[in-house]
C-alpha cells in the first residue's frame, strides 16, 4: 500500500474459484473501489455481465466512469448487500453463476472524513458506509454520547473484542460529561487515555477495536452480513459459487457458520484461504483476509 491507493486483496484466488466464464452473470456485492469487479468482468469476457452493490453513492459514481467501456454488461445499485436477493431478482440476476463478497473497505473510505471511519482523518464521528447503510439514521456520535456505560462496554467488547472495555466505556462517559464528543480525534484521544501505555506498542492502534465495534454497531454489519449471505444462496445457480473475504474472526466465524449449516452449499475451502507472504508484503493490510468459498449443489431445503 503506498499513497493511499487501494488494492483490493486476493484478486487471483477470488478469479480461480469464482471461475467466471463467458456470458456468466456474476454479483460483487461490495464495489468499494471496483476492482473485483473489474476483474469479474475481464474474465467473463465478452459477454459475462457484473452486478455491483454498494451503499455509497460516491463509489458508484466513480464506478460508473471507470466501467463505461463495458457497456451493458455493468450495472450497479445503490443498496445494501443484506437486500441481495431483491436487487438480484429486480436486476436480472437471479440464478447467477458467481457471488463476491469482500468485507474490507477502501482507501477512499477510509480517508474520507465526512465518514469518520478511520482515527488517522480527523472528520465527524457518524461512521454510516452510506445513506442506505442502517435505516434509523444512527452515528457513531449517537453512541457515544448518548448510550449507558454498561452499553457502551458491551459494544466494544462483543463487537471489538477489546479487553479494555469497561476501562474505554469508563472513560467515554467521564469525557462526555465535560464536552460532547464529536469528532475521531476526540474519541482516539478520549481511548488512547483509557488504555495502558503499553498497548501503544502493540500492532495496532488503541483505538482500532472500538472504532470497529463502533461501526459494526451503527452499520448492523453482522446481522446484515447473515441476511446477505442467506440472500446470496437464494438467487444462486446449482454449480455457482459464493466467495467471502472477511477481516476479522465476527465475520468469519459468521461465513464459517453459515456455509456449514447450509444443506444446498458445499464448502470449497475445508479451510480459509489467506493471502500469500508475497502479497502481505505488498499489501499490509491483506494480513487479516480470510477466503471462504462454497458452491450451491441443490435446490433449498
Known amino acids: 500500500m503506498s499513497n493511499g491507493v487501494h488494492i483490493a486483496v486476493m484478486t487471483e484466488e477470488v478469479i480461480e474459484h469464482l471461475r467466471p466464464h ?6 460483487d456485492a461490495t464495489l468499494g473501489a471496483g476492482t473485483h469487479t473489474e476483474a469479474l468482468l ?8 457484473v452486478l455491483s452493490l454498494d451503499v455509497d453513492p460516491a463509489a458508484l459514481k466513480r464506478a460508473g466512469e471507470r466501467f463505461r467501456a463495458f457497456g451493458g454488461r455493468w450495472k450497479g445499485v445503490e443498496a445494501n448487500f443484506r437486500n441481495i436477493a431483491r436487487v438480484a431478482r429486480e436486476n436480472g440476476f437471479d440464478h447467477c453463476d458467481g457471488i463476491l463478497f469482500d468485507l474490507g473497505f477502501s482507501s477512499d473510505e477510509l480517508a474520507d472524513p465526512g465518514k469518520g471511519l478511520s482515527f488517522t482523518v480527523n472528520g465527524p464521528l457518524d461512521m454510516r458506509l452510506g445513506p442506505s447503510a442502517n435505516e434509523d439514521g444512527l452515528t457513531a456520535a449517537e453512541i457515544v454520547n448518548g448510550w449507558s456505560r454498561d452499553e457502551l462496554e458491551e459494544i466494544i467488547r462483543m463487537y471489538g473484542e477489546e479487553r ?3 476501562k474505554i466505556a469508563d472513560a467515554i462517559v467521564r469525557a462526555r460529561q465535560h464536552a460532547r464528543l464529536i469528532g475521531t480525534f476526540d474519541l482516539a484521544s ?3 487515555s483509557a488504555v495502558p501505555r503499553s498497548y501503544e506498542r502493540g500492532r495496532i492502534h488503541p483505538a482500532t477495536r472500538t472504532f470497529q465495534a463502533l461501526r459494526i454497531a451503527v452499520n448492523d454489519e453482522l446481522n446484515a452480513l447473515r441476511e446477505a449471505i442467506d440472500g446470496a444462496r437464494s438467487v444462486l445457480k446449482p454449480g455457482g459459487r459464493i466467495a467471502v473475504i472477511s477481516f476479522h474472526s465476527l465475520e468469519d466465524r459468521i461465513v464459517k457458520q453459515a456455509f456449514r449449516e447450509a444443506t444446498d452449499l458445499t464448502r470449497i475451502t475445508k479451510k480459509p484461504l489467506v493471502p500469500s507472504q508475497q502479497e502481505i508484503e505488498s499489501n499490509p493490510r491483506s494480513r487479516s483476509a480470510k477466503l471462504r468459498v462454497a458452491e450451491r449443489v441443490s435446490s433449498r431445503t
Open 22 to 27: 463467458a456470458n456468466g452473470r456474476y454479483v
Open 42 to 49: 475481464e474474465a467473463s469476457a465478452p459477454g459475462g455481465s
Open 164 to 166: 479494555y472495555a469497561r
Open 190 to 192: 478520549v481511548i488512547r
